[in-house]
């Protein structure tokens, strides 16, 4: 036991100490930060070329000025224009491209042409043509003759937002948000990915380095192959959870700063008394008017994502995380020690490691689609399966899931990961000591059979 | 008493066998070598003698008991590959592997400093181990070997890698060490260093003992029909029945002559017919090299 520590400690020493374990804790933050407030930016500004379309018609004058100029497009309305006139010259004359609109467009849908030299962006597409749907829907309606139709039109005109309000057995709500579980939903099982991985890979190379540089002979006689093994895989696991560490708080730092300098404390519940009323006729705008008595939109806009954020259950997410890290990571790790003990070097490692990738890939894709249906089959039995649950089932949580489905996954995560960390000790122990052969599954599957 | 042994060992590995049979015994203060060609079962004889690997069948003692886990700390073992971390320093390296050994890493300073100052390597401590040289690194190793003061020491190729002074200073340290009371079995391909530092030997030959014992008997044993003689003067030997002549030559006054004996003829009927020739100095059994053993004995079990 003693010496099982002094290997934990070497492991764990030379890891932390190291240069990229330093950069990777201060910029994996980071960079994390600079994706969620660049992505939000790039999605709201798009592309910032500004663009001036020609619109001409074939003489109608059916759809005069009737596509309302975006931030970044006008629409300018050239009367009694052709589109042999400005074919060859628009470019010329400043123009993005020739939109042409012909008065069949009412009972023919595809009458419409936009000439460019470039693909255009779908969302000018998609604005045009609603612009152009909303006009002729209005034109049709004109035409039965209906009394007083623009005040109609513009009563019946509504957005619609939905308030998710969750209830639980006591009658207690809390107003929750669909959008923060897929965030954390995503987070969590994308970071989970990326650390088993990382961390499982340390273990390999660890394992191979051990073995090319025949470090491996001096120390197995000294300690038992099990224990440098688990050594190892130990010292790398707490590297990766006092990474983990630093990063909740920096992140609880950072949160905390944010909430109490930027955007103050307000009152939450006030806000969600206000919502069921106003919902119906007056929409989001009317509500964000009522709120920013004390801040602006956008920053009360934060403040509810925040309280959202902070609706989560947060014990169990941050409890599951660091139990499903632990775990997986100690499953995966232990089947990474047993490749990189069964071969002479690194490149030899790929024929094994495509099974192994096969089912991260696979949880992190069903992961993703869990964020759609969280309750769904295939969701259920992958956040069950040991090989994949860690990631599948972090992408569940946020989005409440039966205590017996975490408490089986659980335990069924423990029960294979005993198992696989025995079975890796036995390949281990062969594998450290054979040099020079092409190891192969088949080969793999005698050693486990091997008396020590 | 025997400081070590090793009683019938058998090891397989799936269908091949690596050992069969093999027993050797080790007595104290001895340097014992492990000779055969490769692939022999050498290495795998020594890591079932450090525990690395377990025998199918056979049994182990050190000082006439059952060799248990916990003797690890009493043996020291230096593999063929030379094993270091490449990118940890030589000092920290070093305290790593005396402390896995059981010492405490302030007694394992304490012992450092006396090995690095005595082997001429204190500039090393600092350094990561990838900055030294090959024999360097072989250095640090040795001393990470006999660390801990083990009284059994296994040396796998010790000198292979060293430049002749190092490999001097290696084997002034094995006598050394010897002298301090350790037992040493080292395997060899080099049969100089057989001769030169080996007290008893065993050779294997396709996991089986093929020849054991201390090396002056074995290469009297085998020293066989042919003598060595050395007259004053130029001396030419007859043809004779009772011998055939494999060499003559002449040089610094002397006249070495190399004989082969015809079967029974004793050593007295050679002297009676050649001490007439001229005036003897020396006549000897001619002992065959440990190299001319090895061969002959291996080729003739091929």
Request: glycine fraction near 6%.
């Amino acid at each position: 036991m003693n010496k099982i520590s002094v290997i934990i400690k070497r492991e764990y020493i030379t890891r932390v100490r190291k240069k990229s374990f330093i950069i990777m804790t201060i910029l994996a933050p980071l960079l994390f930060a600079s994706l969620v407030i660049v992505i939000p930016i790039m999605m709201t500004t798009g592309d910032k070329d500004f663009k001036k379309i020609a619109v001409i018609d074939d003489g109608s004058a059916l759809f005069v000025n009737v596509i309302p100029d975006l931030k970044d497009a006008d629409f300018e309305y050239l009367k009694g224009k052709k589109v042999g006139d400005l074919k060859n010259s628009f470019e010329k004359d400043g123009y993005y491209g020739i939109l042409y609109i012909s008065s069949q467009l009412i009972t023919t849908p595809n009458a419409i042409q936009l000439i460019s030299k470039k693909q255009p962006p779908i969302g000018l597409l998609d604005h045009i043509s609603n612009s152009l749907e909303k006009e002729i829907e209005r034109q049709k309606l004109l035409s039965y003759n209906i009394e007083n139709l623009d005040e109609i039109l513009k009563d019946i005109r509504t957005n619609v937002s939905i308030q998710t309000i969750k209830i639980d057995e006591t009658g207690q709500t809390t107003e929750t948000s669909t959008g923060i579980s897929m965030v954390l939903a995503y987070i969590g099982g994308f970071l989970m990915y990326i650390l088993v991985f990382i961390f499982g890979t340390q273990v390999m190379r660890g394992v191979i380095e051990e073995k090319t540089s025949r470090v491996v002979e001096v120390i197995v006689s000294s300690v038992r192959p099990v224990q440098l093994m688990m050594g190892k895989i130990i010292g790398i696991a707490l590297v990766g959870l006092t990474q983990l560490m630093i990063w909740v708080v920096i992140f609880g730092i950072s949160v905390t700063v944010v909430k109490t300098t930027v955007l103050k404390e307000k009152n939450s519940t006030e806000i969600t008394q206000n919502i069921p009323q106003d919902l119906m006729t007056q929409g989001q705008q009317t509500i964000n008017v009522e709120q920013a008595q004390e801040l602006t939109p956008q920053l009360a806009e934060i403040s509810k994502i925040f309280d959202n954020a902070m609706n989560q259950n947060w014990p169990l997410i941050i409890f599951a995380f660091l139990f499903y890290f632990i775990s997986g990571y100690l499953l995966y790790a232990s089947v990474f020690a047993a490749i990189g003990s069964a071969v002479d070097n690194e490149t030899e490692t790929q024929q094994f490691m495509m099974p192994i990738t096969i089912p991260i890939i696979l949880a992190l894709m069903v992961a993703m689609g869990t964020m759609q249906n969280p309750e769904s089959s295939i969701a259920f039995w992958f956040s069950m399966i040991p090989f994949t649950s860690p990631i599948v089932m972090m992408a569940r949580i946020p989005f409440e899931v039966p205590a017996w489905q975490i408490a089986l996954s659980m335990g069924l995560m423990v029960v294979t990961f005993i198992g696989f960390v025995w079975m890796a000790a036995k390949i281990y122990r062969t594998g450290i000591l054979m040099y020079g052969k092409k190891t192969s599954w088949k080969e793999m599957w005698k050693w486990l059979r091997y008396s020590a | 008493m025997s400081l070590f042994e090793a009683r019938n060992i058998t090891k397989q590995f799936g269908s091949f066998t690596a050992l069969d049979q093999v027993s050797i015994s080790v007595p104290e203060k001895c340097i014992y070598g492990l000779l055969g060609p490769n692939g022999a079962g050498k290495t795998t004889l020594i890591r079932i003698i450090n525990q690395i690997t377990g025998p199918d069948s056979g049994e182990l003692f050190l000082n006439g008991k059952k060799l248990t886990p916990r003797d690890v700390q009493t043996i020291g073992y230096l593999p063929e590959e030379r094993g270091l971390y490449k990118k940890m320093k030589v000092g920290e390296q070093a305290v790593y592997f005396a402390q896995l050994k059981g010492l405490t890493k302030h007694e394992a300073m304490r012992r450092l400093r006396y090995w690095f100052k005595k082997l001429d390597m204190v500039d090393w401590w600092g350094k990561k181990v990838e900055e030294l040289s090959k024999g360097m690194q072989q250095k640090v190793q040795f001393i990470t070997t006999i660390l801990h003061e083990p009284k059994l020491l296994i040396f796998d190729e010790p000198f292979t890698g060293f430049d002749p002074v190092n490999a001097n200073t290696i084997k002034n340290e094995i006598l050394f060490l010897r002298e301090r009371g350790a037992t040493i079995i080292f395997s060899t391909h080099n049969m100089g260093s057989v001769e030169e530092l080996c007290d008893n030997i065993t050779l294997i030959n396709k996991a089986k003992t093929i020849l054991e014992g201390s090396v002056n008997e074995i290469r009297k044993k085998w020293a066989g029909s042919e003598y060595d003689l050395v007259f004053n003067g130029n001396v030419k030997l007859e043809p004779s029945s009772h011998y055939k002549i494999l060499n003559q030559q002449f040089e610094n006054e002397k006249s070495t002559i190399k004989l082969k004996t015809e079967t029974n003829i004793t050593t007295n009927d050679i002297i009676q017919s050649i001490i007439k020739s001229g005036s003897l100095v020396s006549f000897n059994p001619a002992l065959p090299s440990m190299n001319e053993i090895f061969i002959r004995v291996v080729e003739s079990r091929n």
